[in-house]
């Protein structure tokens, strides 16, 4: 077995058991445990899940960012669904802010639709990806790389963006709460978010579902600070209320 066929075997037990030890992975995957300890290690060097005494797991933390392969292969049904909708918003021409989400890059299949879009962007695969897939000009803001999320961060990068006003932003978030809060866990990308939030005509918010009633430690804006919601699914109708109130278009 290959060493990133057994990554992804080891990933789909964690995350479905939430937390296993070295035997059990031994003994399902038929796997030395010694291999299996120096997989878990590196795993979670590239920050795929956590190592813990006896074994590995996958926490959320209200502070910290998930890794980009775990965020990659989360939702994917989900968030194609989403990004179909949200193509429906760009038009020849435009600019176009995208976030380092996984879920704004779902939307960059549809770009290979036009011939002269200027994207803008932090995400570096979401850069590669737009270069490699479609004719649209593309703005890298560069700074600091965030390890887990291949994304640049901090003063620069804000700076750049401030000097920039795009006709869409499309963005995602770690959890939305039932009080309409949309919030991060980390302050560096809720900065890149401000920034792009204040810069752009029309803001539109990428969320599928398991988001949902997710309250993380700062809050980036609330759902009376975005144009649009594009989700997967209704909403609760706390949510449907709060987007009714200030008047937040919403899509499922």
């Keep these: 077995m290959i060493i990133e066929e057994r990554y992804s075997k080891i990933l789909d037990i964690v995350k479905e058991k939430t937390r296993v030890s070295y035997e059990y992975l031994s003994k399902t995957l038929y796997i030395s445990e010694s291999t299996i300890r120096r997989d878990i290690q590196a795993m979670n060097d590239k920050g795929l899940l956590l190592k813990i005494h006896g074994g590995a797991s996958i926490i959320e933390s209200k502070t910290?960012?998930?890794?980009?392969?775990?965020?990659?292969?989360?939702c994917q049904k989900e968030k194609k669904y989403i990004a179909t909708i949200a193509s429906s918003f760009i038009k020849e021409g435009m600019s176009i802010f995208l976030d380092a989400s996984t879920s704004s890059s779902h939307i960059i299949p549809f770009l290979s639709n036009f011939n002269s879009l200027t994207i803008v962007t932090n995400g570096i695969d979401t850069a590669l990806q737009i270069l490699n897939k479609t004719s649209a000009q593309v703005?890298?803001?560069?700074?600091?790389?965030?390890?887990?999320?291949?994304?640049?961060?901090?003063?620069?990068?804000?700076?750049?963006?401030n000097n920039i006003t795009c006709d869409l932003l499309f963005f995602s978030c770690k959890g939305l709460?039932?009080?309409?809060?949309?919030?991060e866990a980390n302050n560096e990308t809720r900065s890149v978010k401000l920034a792009m939030l204040k810069n752009s005509k029309q803001k539109i918010l990428l969320l599928d579902s398991s988001k949902f009633n997710k309250n993380y430690m700062l809050m980036t804006c609330e759902l009376k600070d975005i144009d649009y919601l594009i989700t997967d699914k209704k909403p609760s109708d706390e949510i449907i209320n709060i987007c009714k109130k200030y008047g937040t278009t919403l899509l499922y």
């Design 139 to 161: 703005f890298l803001a560069g700074g600091e790389i965030l390890r887990k999320t291949n994304a640049a961060c901090g003063i620069d990068v804000v700076s750049f963006i």
């Design 64 to 74: 910290q960012e998930s890794s980009v392969y775990i965020r990659e292969n989360k």
């Design 177 to 183: 709460s039932d009080e309409g809060k949309i919030t």
